[in-house]
Each structure stands twice: as structure tokens, then as C-alpha cells.
């Protein structure tokens, strides 16, 4: 049984930071790529940032460039989210996913190439 775990959500003012972790266990290959999505009240889930194994390539969302850094660590099936300069549209549902392979004109961006998702670990950023 695949499993991941996010942990690291809560209440934060703006301006301030956090950091998510995502555990991942069960896995029998090691994935294309992991990454992190958010879901806004009203909205679809959105693209965040993702890795991919080797960590040479990151993906951010725009609205994160510069603020959001994705972080892996192999050893532990764990990867991470260090949010610096939280803003309260940052406030979501945050969700950990795992895609098990790539497939030809499907960008790491897009949400339909994970396999494995996340119970979510809310982030509520007050202004």
C-alpha cells in the first residue's frame, strides 16, 4: 500500500515561512517525479512545484518562483516544501504526489501524470 504523508501546516502570519515534508512509503520503484499541489477553496488543484529524481530539474509555479524551493531527500523517500515570504493567497490545502513515470506530452506541471496523492496538510496564512 502506497502512502504519503505530508506534515508541517499550520497557521502563519504573512511574511513568515514554513516547511512541508512528504514521507512516502510502499513505493516498489522509485518515481519520475514528486511534487506538491494546492487547492484553493473554489478552485481546482493547482500545480506548486515537483522534482524529479536525479534533482536536476525543478518545476515552479509562477505565483512561487522565488519564494517556494522543493527539496529531496532520496535516502528518506521524503521531500520537502520551504515556503519563505508566505502571502495569504498561499492559503490552501497543500497535497504531496507521486508520479511513477513520465508520459510522452505530459508535462511534470500537469496533475494527471501522478499516480499517488496525499491526505493534504492545511496552510493558512493570515494578513
Known amino acids: 500500500q502506497v502512502q504519503l504523508v505530508e506534515s508541517g501546516g499550520t497557521l502563519v502570519q504573512a511574511g513568515g515561512s514554513l516547511r512541508l515534508s512528504c514521507a512516502a512509503s510502499?513505493?516498489?520503484?522509485?518515481?519520475?517525479?514528486m511534487g506538491w499541489f494546492r487547492q484553493i477553496p473554489g478552485n481546482e488543484r493547482e500545480f506548486v512545484a515537483t522534482?524529479?529524481?536525479?534533482?536536476?530539474?525543478?518545476y515552479y509555479a509562477d505565483s512561487v518562483k522565488g519564494r517556494f524551493t522543493i527539496a529531496r531527500d532520496i535516502a528518506k523517500n521524503t521531500i520537502y516544501l520551504q515556503m519563505n515570504s508566505l502571502r495569504p493567497e498561499d492559503t490552501a490545502v497543500y497535497y504531496c504526489?507521486?508520479?511513477?513515470?513520465?508520459?510522452?506530452?505530459?508535462?511534470?506541471?500537469?496533475?494527471?501524470?501522478?499516480?499517488?496523492w496525499g491526505q493534504g496538510t492545511q496552510v493558512t496564512v493570515s494578513s
Open positions: 504526489a507521486a508520479a511513477l513515470r513520465t508520459l510522452a506530452s505530459v508535462r511534470p506541471t500537469n496533475r494527471e501524470l501522478y499516480d499517488y
Open positions: 510502499g513505493l516498489t520503484f522509485r518515481p519520475y517525479a
Open positions: 522534482i524529479t529524481p536525479s534533482s536536476s530539474t525543478t
